[in-house]
């Protein structure tokens, strides 16, 4: 069982590349979520949406965009990557986005910026 | 705003010792309450949940209840193993247009043999 896939797992982007950080659920959720986990600051909601075709922002958007083309894919992307983005990021979903449902998370994506 | 504090790690302890991690949060409205967990080198999971005030959320020996009149959600285990050594997050979940989970900062629980 899959779950929720992350690509690429490790990632070094000197300042001012680009990258784009995939993720894919095979679950059928309809909610998908972008998270940045730093250290002493839990987890920060980046993007989410709630269904194929819908984005919106979260908590820290500055910097990212997203794109959510399929149901089973949930891309985050850097345009410009700068060392403030160095972070681990996750991605989560969960099937109805109510109060009392699991979210599911993959394994996380490291990033450094230099 | 929505908001969530846990007690400040690292939590250092031996095994079969009893474990308190503490948290409170601060909400509109009336949240769910989550403990994920999360392995070395892994995402997070879903440790346990409560939906509701008075709710006791348990799994694998962790307890913890939803206590409304002091905005609290207290992880408890009674005998701790080596293999608990994680990172625990509290976490409120409510709706704002989608589900919106909020996160403490987490606490990182190492047991020793």
């Known amino acids: 069982n899959a779950g929720v896939t992350q690509t690429p797992k490790f990632r070094v982007l000197k300042t001012g590349q680009s990258m784009t950080l995939l993720c894919a659920q095979d679950?059928?959720?309809?909610?998908m979520y972008w998270y940045r986990q730093d250290p002493g600051m839990g987890l920060r909601l980046i993007h989410y949406?709630?269904?194929?075709?819908?984005?919106a922002k979260g908590e820290v958007p500055d910097g990212y965009n997203v794109s959510r083309l399929k149901k089973q894919n949930f891309l985050l992307g850097l345009e410009s990557a700068a060392p403030s983005q160095t972070s681990v990021y996750f991605c989560?979903?969960?099937?109805?986005?109510?109060?009392?449902?699991?979210?599911?998370f993959g394994q996380g994506t490291r990033l450094t910026v230099v | 705003g929505d908001s969530v504090t846990q007690m400040e790690g690292p939590v250092t302890l031996s095994e079969e010792a009893f474990l308190t991690i503490n948290c409170t949060y601060t909400?509109?409205?009336?949240?769910?309450l989550f403990w994920y967990v999360q392995y070395p080198g892994e995402g997070l999971q879903l440790l346990l949940k409560?939906?509701?005030?008075?709710d006791k959320g348990s799994n694998k020996g962790f307890e913890a209840t939803y206590r409304k009149e002091t905005t609290s959600f207290h992880l408890e285990k009674g005998s701790v193993q080596v293999s608990d050594s994680a990172v625990y997050f509290c976490?409120?979940?409510?709706?704002?247009?989608?589900?919106?989970?909020?996160f403490g900062q987490g606490t990182r629980l190492t047991i020793n043999p």
């Open positions: 409560a939906t509701k005030a008075d």
């Open positions: 949406s709630v269904g194929e075709g819908t984005t």
């Open positions: 909400a509109t409205g009336y949240p769910s």
């Open positions: 679950m059928n959720h309809e909610y």
């Open positions: 976490a409120l979940s409510i709706i704002q247009g989608a589900q919106k989970l909020v």
């Open positions: 989560a979903s969960s099937y109805l986005g109510q109060k009392n449902t699991e979210a599911f």
